[in-house]
């Protein structure tokens, strides 16, 4: 049973947004007044509906005694990974040509951020005196620092704002986006291209991603966050053993009834663009776009009418997938608030909307960040509180 409290949050958020110490304006906010919307979190429950329209083509029976070894292939580099997988992990993207995978190595983890763990490892230098630098252009993904900040490793250390780094040292670039990563000293630099919103139902397809090392996630691909599978694509086979036997060292392998799970649903979508299904149905890579589109829609409509908050316009461009030209349907909504509000994160706590602080993303307090993703009736609720902030504001 999935509730509106969500799922436990992670460790960035644990200081910052205790749930006891919210409180909500009273009458400013209508609807479910006591309930507290946790946005805070990429959660993508969005999608269930179409999985449950989906369920009986996606199940998958497990005997009691199939996959009880470590291994499963001891031929390939990631030897636990699931031949079942690493087709499947091909398949998808062949289909939707978002990344080269001829002659580069796949590398299942337990999430993307245990990948990306696994690459900071990878990349690090056991003979050198000094741990390497890791940096992201800001906004960055709040976990690259609370991870690196949590492990206390001696291999690596947390250098901050790519834009801003000036020494001429080595360092590896966590590069979250399409564009070129901004550091200008690349004869030292390594970088990981971190590609997991790279999917049509988010952003136009404008090229095959083509880097030494790139991160991908189920959940961000499918919506199944919870089976928490990810896989790189690794150019060079020295990096992708290291990765594995961090992986190994870590956590001996990756679920296999995980692996299976996702084999299974990206199979599921590949074989829906390959037939032309039932008459009315939709896919989902097309399903995700038209709801996520639906809700930026909405979203644009409330903040046109609030003064209080301001999103950024969103880029547009041709996609070879869908064969049209679409703006990005972000996962999140990246907002600023104006008119001397100080503290975003705050002020969207005071009206019982968690949302994840614009500091933890290396960015000022009058950032935040809000979830798109959420399920319909949370985010109904959100509109109208954002709505309704505009006459608290006045």
Same mark, same amino acid.
């Given at each position: 049973?999935?509730? !509106? ?33 946790? !946005? ?15 369920? &009986? ?26 031949p079942e997988l690493g087709d499947a992990i091909k398949r998808i993207h062949s289909l939707v040509h978002n990344a080269a995978i001829q002659d580069k190595h796949i590398i299942v983890g337990t999430g993307s951020t245990q990948l990306?763990?696994? $690459?900071? /490892? ?38 901050? &704002? ?30 990981? #291209?971190?590609? $997991? ?13 083509? #880097? ?30 290291k990765m594995v036997h961090f992986i190994q060292v870590s956590t001996i392998g990756v679920s296999k009834e995980s692996q299976i799970r996702a084999a299974k649903i990206l199979g599921v979508v590949c074989d829906s663009y390959q ?8 896919? /989902? /890579?097309?399903y995700g776009k038209r709801l996520l589109r639906e809700r930026w829609d909405r979203m644009r409509q409330v903040i046109g009418q609030c003064e209080v908050f301001t999103v950024a316009k969103p880029s547009s461009a041709y996609c ?65 509180? !954002? ?8």
């Amino acid at each position: 049973m999935v509730t !509106l409290q969500g799922e436990a949050s992670d460790p960035a958020n644990q200081n910052w947004l205790p749930c006891a110490n919210v409180t909500i304006p009273n009458p400013l906010i209508t609807g479910s007044s006591n309930l507290i919307l946790r !946005l805070e979190m990429g959660d993508p429950k969005l999608f269930v509906p179409y999985w449950k329209m989906m369920s &009986d083509k996606c199940s998958v029976v497990i005997e009691g005694w199939k996959f009880m070894s470590h291994e499963s292939d001891a031929s390939n580099v990631c030897q636990y990974m699931l031949p079942e997988l690493g087709d499947a992990i091909k398949r998808i993207h062949s289909l939707v040509h978002n990344a080269a995978i001829q002659d580069k190595h796949i590398i299942v983890g337990t999430g993307s951020t245990q990948l990306f763990h696994a $690459a900071w /490892f990878a990349l690090s230098s056991s003979d050198s005196v000094r741990p390497i630098n890791i940096v992201s252009a800001a906004p960055f993904y709040s976990l690259y620092l609370d991870g690196v900040k949590a492990l206390r490793s001696g291999l690596y250390q947390w250098a901050g &704002d790519a834009a801003t780094y000036d020494k001429d040292e080595p360092y590896i670039e966590m590069v979250t986006s399409q564009n070129n990563p901004v550091v200008r000293s690349a004869s030292q630099g390594k970088l990981i #291209h971190d590609v $997991a919103y790279y999917w049509p139902q988010y952003t136009p397809i404008i090229h095959h991603a083509d #880097h030494d090392l790139m991160l991908f996630t189920f959940s961000k691909c499918t919506g199944h966050a919870g089976s928490r599978i990810g896989w790189a694509i690794v150019k060079d086979i020295e990096v992708a053993k290291k990765m594995v036997h961090f992986i190994q060292v870590s956590t001996i392998g990756v679920s296999k009834e995980s692996q299976i799970r996702a084999a299974k649903i990206l199979g599921v979508v590949c074989d829906s663009y390959q037939s032309l299904g039932p008459k009315g149905s939709e896919h /989902f /890579f097309d399903y995700g776009k038209r709801l996520l589109r639906e809700r930026w829609d909405r979203m644009r409509q409330v903040i046109g009418q609030c003064e209080v908050f301001t999103v950024a316009k969103p880029s547009s461009a041709y996609c070879n997938f869908t064969k049209e030209s679409f703006e990005t349907n972000s996962a999140f909504a990246w907002v600023k608030c104006e008119g001397g509000i100080e503290d975003c994160g705050t002020y969207l706590k005071n009206l019982g909307i968690l949302a994840r602080p614009g500091r933890l993303f290396g960015v000022g307090p009058e950032f935040a960040r809000i979830s798109m993703l959420s399920t319909n009736d949370e985010f109904d609720e959100l509109l109208t509180r !954002l709505l309704n902030a505009r006459r608290e504001y006045n």
